[in-house]
């Protein structure tokens, strides 16, 4: 069975600063690995995706995510927060399986102070 | 907004009662998934169709819930005699065979008094 551990649960950050976010996972085989954001009273949303290729994904809004296959890791970065990325980010796992069911991680809240 | 619709999006109910939800998923996606989300924990995963097929359903809590897709497009999540660990987000999201990425739905929130 997979699963997803997410190791923080609330972050709180000024404006400006660096952020990075943990992910980790539990799979033997080949991974499809995804953030999903929540902002405040919306419905989730892909941030973005690894499939394979290039460990290193760019998402939407300044977001990235590097994928370390030795360390069963997904971690999300961005250099540089604004008060606007204030939301609930989700990793989570497809193992590769037929059906494209996800796992998700518990989630990290993240709150951006202006 | 992803083009899934959820409806209740909030239902309040009496322990013991059934309740029915509805999603409408993206016209072309012939997949259909439905997760629940508790307080202070990521969606997990309950049952999902493609097309009207229901392929995996293992993971639904317990013979209390059921889903369909009668016709490969809407489809409902009931659970009967509902309990106070019900509570929960019910979360809906579609997408096709052979890309990896779901849409989700604004969710259901399900309060059982």
């Known amino acids: ?114 | 907004d992803t083009g899934v619709s959820q409806n209740p999006r909030h239902k309040i109910t009496k322990r013991g009662q059934n309740v029915t939800f509805r999603c409408d998923p993206i016209s072309e996606h012939n997949r259909l998934y439905w997760y629940r989300q508790t307080l202070g924990q990521g969606p997990e995963f309950l049952t999902y169709f493609q097309n009207e097929a229901q392929l995996e359903k293992s993971r639904l809590l317990s013979d209390r819930f059921s889903a369909e897709r009668p016709k490969g497009s809407f489809s409902t999540l009931e659970i009967q005699r509902t309990e106070q660990g019900d509570s929960a987000m019910y979360l809906c999201a579609c997408g096709t065979s052979g890309l990896w990425e779901q849409f989700f739905g604004p969710g259901t929130r399900l309060t059982v008094l």
Not at chain 1, 28 to 33: C, K
Not at chain 1, 45 to 60: A, E, H, R, T
Not at chain 1, 71 to 76: C, E, V
């Open chain 1, 1 to 114: 069975a997979q699963s997803v551990s997410q190791h923080n649960h609330h972050v709180i950050l000024s404006e400006a600063a660096s952020l990075e976010l943990g992910c980790n996972y539990s799979y033997g085989g080949t991974v499809n690995l995804f953030w999903y954001v929540q902002y405040p009273g919306q419905h989730l949303q892909l941030l973005l995706k690894y499939f394979s290729g290039d460990p290193l994904v760019k998402g939407i809004k300044g977001f990235e995510a590097e994928f370390i296959k030795s360390k069963f890791s997904f971690n999300l970065r961005k250099p540089s927060v604004q008060w606007s990325d204030t939301a609930e980010y989700f990793c989570a796992v497809n193992g590769n399986n037929a059906g494209n069911m996800l796992t998700f991680g518990g989630g990290t809240r993240l709150m951006v102070k202006p």
